[in-house]
């Protein structure tokens, strides 16, 4: 299973448990997806008044906010046929061929598009 395989498999079940029934169905996909949506805002509501309202901020709500963030991006994936455990191996890959000595601003600003449209500011 390698790079945190086991741990998304488990949490991938845990929110095949949780799921409205018939995940496949084009219907539960989009409310998941408008629930991610949901979830973000919330994300950046949270941040928003950490970083320009000067509140504290509070870790154990963004925390649940992300863990429900999380939990919308399975089951999409899941309704799509994917896992996370692939789904974040994909992404190391990817950022690691964009990134072979790591990030930095000049390389991201000097690098060229990949090919399959993260020129739309994808990490």
Same mark, same amino acid.
């Given at each position: ?16 448990? $949780?799921?409205?029934?018939?995940? $496949? ?41 992300? #863990? ?52 739309? #500011?994808?990490?």
């Amino acid at each position: 299973m390698g790079y945190l395989g086991n741990e998304f498999e488990s949490y991938d079940a845990d929110v095949r448990r $949780t799921m409205n029934g018939g995940a $496949t169905a084009l219907v539960p996909m989009a409310s998941f997806a408008m629930g991610l949506a949901g979830e973000a805002g919330e994300v950046v509501d949270l941040l928003k008044k950490h970083l320009g309202h000067g509140h504290d901020l509070d870790a154990d709500k963004l925390t649940k906010e992300l #863990g429900d963030v999380l939990w919308y991006v399975s089951a999409i994936a899941q309704s799509a046929g994917l896992e996370l455990g692939d789904i974040a191996r994909a992404n190391v890959e990817k950022l690691r061929k964009r990134y072979p000595d790591g990030f930095s601003v000049e390389a991201s600003r000097n690098r060229k598009p990949d090919p399959i449209g993260e020129e739309r #500011g994808d990490p």
